[in-house]
């Protein structure tokens, strides 16, 4: 069974407009990591947040964590073209141990 | 030249064959994954190792076995392959003082 769901389960969206996808997980966390994936290829780190942590950027990727609701979420502002890809959150229940990933978003952004 | 490389990128085989997919890092990483990806899904763990003498099952080691032959290193074998093994296999490296991982660029394997 996968610790995180993810929502939506795809997305389409103008370039330009900003993407927000979700993450719920079921057991206490260290930390929740985002990753991206481009059409079947290796996954890429984008953001971690630790559990003690509530929001945090990184260029145009803001991630939201809520330990109380268990759910994190994702937003890509100003999305481009380049970003279609699967975005995978990822839980580690205990700091560098192991990852359990979520079922991703993919997100199409049309030019 | 990628930090992790998985051989072969593809590989089709028979049932009942047994199949070895290799990883190799220069990241000079101590932890090393193997992880199967199914389409439209996320990644399953199938076996982890924190160091040369460590292996350690993930949520589906069932029909997979793997050897860390040094630290850079780490091979999944599939002793008897079966159709429903048939899936995106991707190998990942981290440094035990970070939590990231690196992941390699995958292994399509097609079970006939």
């Known amino acids: 069974s996968q610790q995180g769901e993810e929502d939506p389960q795809a997305l389409s969206i103008q370039e330009g407009e900003n993407a927000t996808m979700n993450c719920s997980y079921k057991?206490?966390?260290?930390?929740l990591q985002w990753y991206r994936q481009n059409s079947g290829r290796g996954l890429v780190h984008l953001i971690l947040?630790?559990?003690?942590?509530r929001e945090k950027h990184s260029g145009r990727l803001r991630v939201t964590l809520d330990t109380s609701k268990k759910s994190s979420s994702l937003l890509i502002t100003a999305s481009r073209a380049a970003d279609t890809a699967s975005y995978f959150c990822?839980?580690?229940?205990?700091?560098?141990?192991?990852?359990?990933f979520g079922g991703g978003t993919r997100v199409l952004v049309k030019p | 030249d990628a930090d992790v490389t998985q051989t072969p990128r593809n590989r089709i085989t028979k049932t009942g064959k047994r199949i070895m997919l290799e990883c190799s890092q220069t990241?000079?990483?101590?932890?090393m994954y193997w992880y199967r990806q199914d389409p439209g899904l996320g990644l399953r763990l199938i076996y982890y190792?924190?160091?040369?003498?460590?292996?350690n099952k993930g949520e589906i080691s069932d029909g997979y076995s793997v050897s860390r032959q040094a630290q850079a290193k780490f091979s999944l074998s599939l002793e008897s392959a079966i159709p429903n093994q048939t899936a995106l296999y991707f190998c990942?490296?981290?440094?035990?003082?970070?939590?990231?991982?690196?992941f390699g660029p995958g292994t399509r394997l097609l079970v006939l």
């Open positions: 990942a490296t981290s440094d035990g003082s970070q939590e990231t991982q690196y």
């Open positions: 057991t206490s966390i260290n930390n």
């Open positions: 947040i630790r559990s003690n942590e």
């Open positions: 990822a839980t580690d229940k205990a700091a560098g141990n192991k990852l359990t």
């Open positions: 990241k000079g990483h101590d932890r």
């Open positions: 190792s924190f160091d040369v003498k460590d292996i």
